[in-house]
């Protein structure tokens, strides 16, 4: 655990913002709290869809893993990206560092290659955008992050009717589903048994959300693990040809068919209402018809002022 107020780092290994304004109030809120910010992206070098070149922001990720001044490294934000650079990236250097990775969406990419290659643990968690430097940030989302950081432990507490009743424990990983499925196959997918896995996504129909997870179960992945928990799934539309087939129809089906629980219900996703979860850590999962609760332990954290 770091004992001092940790510097933060901003790096941008996928996509990029050309509002310097969202840069500047991130960075600005975190100063407030008493961190020092190391502000790696640099919007006159962003090249086409990217936060810059695949070297440049390779040389982001290099440059604050090896800062001695930083204890957590957050992405600037998601979209696309990280794919192309995870055959370059020494996880091997990423993990003894000790830093405290944090994103997601398309940093599942690298927290997935993260575990795989060394068994390191990161976060699921908030980034600069659209989170710290939002116009009007959302408290829950940010204390939520806080309270993760702080440690020992972290306990998300959910809402959810109709899941099935759960008591289990294990490994949590996960993330972004289509990321998360780009892997599969690939030495940047990581074995682990026991676990319980985390999915949200965007833009994706409900059609394509089973097909997803049904690959996974036709892979061997799920059969291997504790329980499915569904966070987030927005932005699709559903129109008179899916005939009634929605995503409470498809969780259904899935419940059905899969060999361990499917629940609904984490608020985790591309909303900007999320929680951080400590991709890696031991997780404790109690479920009944009211909720559900999971408590974290085992992973990284700070002290923080």
């Known amino acids: 655990m770091i004992t001092s107020t940790p510097g933060i780092g901003i790096v941008a290994p996928s996509g990029y913002t050309l509002d310097d304004a969202i840069v500047q ?3 600005a809120l975190l100063e407030a709290r008493g961190h020092v910010v190391h502000n790696y992206f640099d919007t006159a070098k962003v090249f086409q869809r990217f936060g810059a070149t695949d070297e440049a922001r390779l040389a982001q ?3 604050a893993a090896c800062d001695p001044d930083i204890a957590v490294v957050m992405a600037l934000r998601g979209q696309y990206g990280l794919t192309r ?3 370059r990236i020494d996880f091997d250097t990423m993990a003894a560092s000790g830093k405290i990775f944090v994103g997601f969406s398309d940093f599942t990419a690298f927290q997935m290659g993260l ?3 060394t068994g390191a643990k990161s976060y699921a968690g908030p980034m600069l955008h659209p989170d710290f430097g939002a116009p009007e940030t959302v408290d829950f989302t940010l204390d939520n992050f806080w309270s ?3 440690g020992p432990t972290h306990t998300i507490s959910a809402k959810a009717a109709g899941n099935p009743t759960v008591e289990t424990s294990g490994t949590i990983w996960g993330g ?7 892997l599969v196959g690939t030495s940047y997918f990581p074995r682990i048994d026991d676990g319980i896995l985390f999915f949200e996504d965007v833009n994706e129909h409900p059609y394509r959300i ?5 690959q996974l179960l036709q892979a061997g992945a799920i059969e291997r693990q504790k329980a499915i928990v569904l966070g987030d799934f927005s932005s699709y539309g559903i129109t008179a040809a899916d005939n009634g087939y929605d995503f409470d129809v498809m969780v259904d089906y899935l419940r059905g068919v899969m060999p361990v629980p499917v629940l609904t219900g984490l ?3 591309h909303g900007r209402t999320r929680v951080t979860i400590p991709f890696g850590a031991q997780a404790r999962l109690v479920s009944s018809q009211a909720g559900f609760t999971l408590t974290m332990s085992d992973y990284p954290t700070i002290a923080h002022g």
Request: glycine residues 6%; positive net charge.
């Open 176 to 182: 972004n589903l289509a990321m998360v499925m780009s």
């Open 210 to 214: 089973e097909r997803m997870l049904l």
């Open 85 to 87: 650079l995870l055959p």
């Open 61 to 63: 990720l290099n440059a």
């Open 25 to 27: 109030r991130g960075v």
């Open 148 to 150: 993760c950081l702080a």
């Open 267 to 269: 608020p985790f996703g």
């Open 115 to 117: 575990m795989a290659k």
